[in-house]
Nanobody, 122 residues
């Protein structure tokens, strides 16, 4: 069973940066990729970024391209989301997710992290 533990959320001003971390532990046999999703107040959860388990491919939603970077460190079993040039509309609870498919899609997520809150003030 896969366990995901996120950290790194917090409050930042517009234009600032934060880095989220997700430590992956347990059996990863059915994990083909990792992703980050977010859910803003009153809105549905949405895909933010994904990375293949091998790290060979990445994918982003259009609104974060050029600002966010997903990466992984296999030696630490950790997936990162570097968020730069943040905007108030990036405010949300961010979830790390283990996916059994590529590209990462919510219907194929088999494990979710607990979520970490990111607040971007204007």
């Amino acid at each position: 069973q896969v366990t995901l533990v996120e950290s790194g959320g917090g409050q930042v001003q517009a234009g600032g940066s934060l880095r989220l971390s997700c430590v992956v532990s347990g059996r990863t046999l059915y994990t083909y990729a990792m992703g980050w999703f977010r859910q803003a107040p009153g809105k549905e959860r949405e895909f933010v970024a994904g990375i293949m388990w091998t790290g060979s491919s990445t994918d982003y939603r259009n609104s974060v391209k050029g600002r966010f970077t997903i990466s992984r460190d296999n030696t630490k079993n950790t997936v990162y989301l570097q968020m730069n040039s943040q905007k108030p509309e990036d405010t949300a609870v961010y979830y790390c997710a283990a996916s059994s498919s590529w590209p990462v899609k919510e219907g194929y997520i088999h494990r979710w992290g607990q979520g970490t809150l990111v607040t971007v003030s204007s």
